[in-house]
C-alpha cells in the first residue's frame, strides 16, 4: 500500500513515464538484493528451495522488465504523434 502511495506523489510531481522508469530501476534493485540475500541463506542453512524462488522472482522480473520495455515503446510513439499533431 505504502508504495502505490509514493507512486502516486511521484506521479504528480514527475510525470507517468518517468515515475514508470523510476518504479523499474527500484524494482530490478530489490531483485538483486533479494538475489544476494537469499544465496547468502542458502548456503548458510543449505536448503536448495531458497533457489527455486528466486528463480520464480526472477521471471517475474524478466516479464515486468519486458512490459516496461514495450511501455516505453508506447509512451515514445505516442508522444511522436502528439508532436506530429
Known sequence: ???RI???VLYIFCGKE??????NIVSNLNT???TMVVIYMSIIFK?????F??????IINIKENK???I???FYKILQNYIEIK
Open 1 to 3: 500500500m505504502g508504495g
Open 6 to 8: 509514493l507512486k502516486n
Open 18 to 23: 518517468k515515475v514508470i522508469r523510476i518504479t
Open 32 to 34: 538483486i538484493l533479494l
Open 47 to 51: 536448503n536448495p528451495s531458497y533457489l
Open 53 to 58: 524462488a528466486l528463480t520464480y522472482i526472477w
Open 67 to 69: 512490459r516496461y520495455r
Open 71 to 73: 511501455r516505453k515503446k
